[in-house]
């Protein structure tokens, strides 16, 4: 997850606007940008990532900070009606919970993604979740995970998913990019309302595609944003280490970052969730084992409150690119 500043207030009238508008499609969509991954780099990559360079890793987020933001706050209410603003969240389960055994049935499908940073300047990680699709090989991530935003850099470099990872053991092996994907909003001008990507994977070591060895969950688009969400990743910062999943189970829709007015696309959700770097593209699970929403953004003020993407028409087409990759 990503830490952003405040630079200033917010005006009176984006504040009014806020009350009358909710996630929703804006214009045309772009088709989603992307890069195949050589064969070379998956090869070595298996090499090179040995448990220990697997514990050196640094949230993304830590070694390529991003800067700007708004004050947080919401008065829109969720499409049933019921409002509840991000202040608001004494009913939300905010612990970020061990998860005793990251390789049972139901969280296997989440991860540890591994990054060589362009030009070799560190090694980066993320979270991510194996999603059903034709291929059997779709990982889902936060778009800042596979590309810098408003920039054509790629880290196609060294990228791996290891599901059920546990403090440097690969369980079920290691899953290598062979094609990156994110959302246009996202790679054109770094929206954080889009701020999605995704990966199709080679096989692991022992020749399994990553649906079948693990499993995979539902996706799911265009959904009201007033849902209760179980949100999974790794967070490697304080008073996290990075050794292990961890879940904040049950934790209810609060409202819009207000800065995401100010982005295209759909507005941001926010959700109570006391996530550090590292949890980056882990997974929001809606009814237990479908993915609508991925961590992308937190403030260094608020530990509590938790920002992801809506799942809208751009992730949607996002998901069918990668879904038809062979």
């Excluded at 092996?173 to 909003?185: D, E, K, S, Y």
């Excluded at 693990?214 to 990743?233: K, N, T």
């Amino acid at each position: 997850m990503r830490t952003r500043r405040y630079p200033g207030g917010l005006a009176a009238a984006l504040l009014a606007a806020v009350a009358v508008l909710l996630p929703g499609a804006a214009g045309a969509l772009a088709a989603p940008p992307s890069v195949a991954v050589p064969s070379s780099s998956a090869r070595h990559a298996l090499r090179f990532w040995t448990p220990r360079r697997m514990r050196r890793a640094r949230p993304l987020d830590s070694t390529a900070p991003r800067r700007g933001g708004l004050a947080r706050g919401s008065a829109a209410p969720p499409a049933d009606g019921e409002g509840r603003g991000v202040e608001a969240d004494s009913e939300a389960r905010a612990e970020f919970a061990e998860v005793e055994d990251p390789t049972a049935p139901g969280f296997r499908q989440n991860g540890v993604i591994f990054i060589v940073l362009p030009g070799g300047v560190g090694l980066g990680r993320c979270s991510g979740t194996s999603v059903s699709s034709p291929n059997r090989s779709v990982v889902f991530t936060a778009g800042h995970c596979v590309n810098e935003g408003n920039a054509s850099h790629w880290f196609d470099r060294d990228w791996i998913f290891v599901p059920g990872y546990r403090d440097g053991v690969r369980p079920f092996g290691a899953f290598t990019a062979r094609w990156l994907g994110a959302t246009a909003p996202w790679v054109a001008e770094g929206s954080e309302n889009a701020d999605v990507g995704d990966a199709v994977v080679g096989r692991n070591e022992r020749g399994q595609l990553l649906g079948d060895a693990v499993g995979s969950d539902g996706i799911a688009f265009g959904l009201p944003p007033s849902q209760d969400f179980d949100v999974h990743g790794y967070p490697v910062e304080a008073p996290f280490d990075g050794a292990t999943q961890r879940v904040c189970a049950g934790t209810p829709f609060l409202g819009h970052d207000l800065a995401s007015f100010l982005w295209r696309g759909p507005l941001n959700l926010a959700v109570s969730c006391d996530v550090t770097g590292g949890a980056s593209g882990g997974g929001w699970t809606i009814h237990g084992d479908v993915l609508n929403g991925v961590t992308n953004y937190g403030y260094g003020d608020d530990r509590r409150t938790d920002f992801g993407a809506y799942f809208g028409g751009a992730v949607r087409a996002l998901y069918e690119k990668a879904a038809s990759v062979r």
